[in-house]
């Protein structure tokens, strides 16, 4: 049984770097062919697809994040972790770490997942 546990401070100031780490346990992150991403959603609003590193190594990017998205991996721990910088409270949301099971998942779509982490909540303001 795979599982995600997502981990990180629960309130960032604006302006200030977002940093959460996902520690994967009953499977190897670098396990041919999983995809594994960073996802959030905001109050009120749907899922959004962040960014993915794949089992390779290859990192891919939301377009509308990659400026400020930055994702990275440990391979002897078993974790891999997103940074987002300058945030401002429209960054406010649930953050889900998940394994993607294709390369579908860099193109966004939100229906190619097996397991997710419990959900952490992050909270911009000052």
């Known amino acids: 049984q795979v599982q995600l546990q997502e981990s990180g401070p629960g309130l960032v100031k604006p302006s200030q770097t977002l940093s959460l780490t996902c520690t994967v346990s009953?499977?190897?992150?670098?396990?041919?062919?999983?995809?594994w991403s960073w996802i959030r959603q905001p109050p009120g609003k749907g899922l959004e697809w962040m960014g993915a590193?794949?089992?390779?190594?290859?990192?891919y990017y939301s377009p509308s994040l990659k400026s400020r998205t930055s994702i990275s991996r440990d391979t002897s721990k078993n974790q891999f972790t997103l940074q987002l910088s300058s945030v401002t409270p429209e960054d406010t949301a649930v953050y889900y770490c998940?394994?993607?099971?294709?390369?579908?998942?860099?193109?966004?779509?939100?229906?190619?997942?097996?397991?997710w982490g419990q959900g952490t909540q992050v909270t911009v303001s000052s």
């Open positions: 590193i794949a089992y390779s190594g290859s990192i």
């Open positions: 998940a394994r993607g099971l294709s390369g579908a998942v860099v193109a966004g779509t939100l229906d190619e997942y097996d397991y």
């Open positions: 009953g499977g190897s992150i670098t396990t041919d062919y999983y995809y």
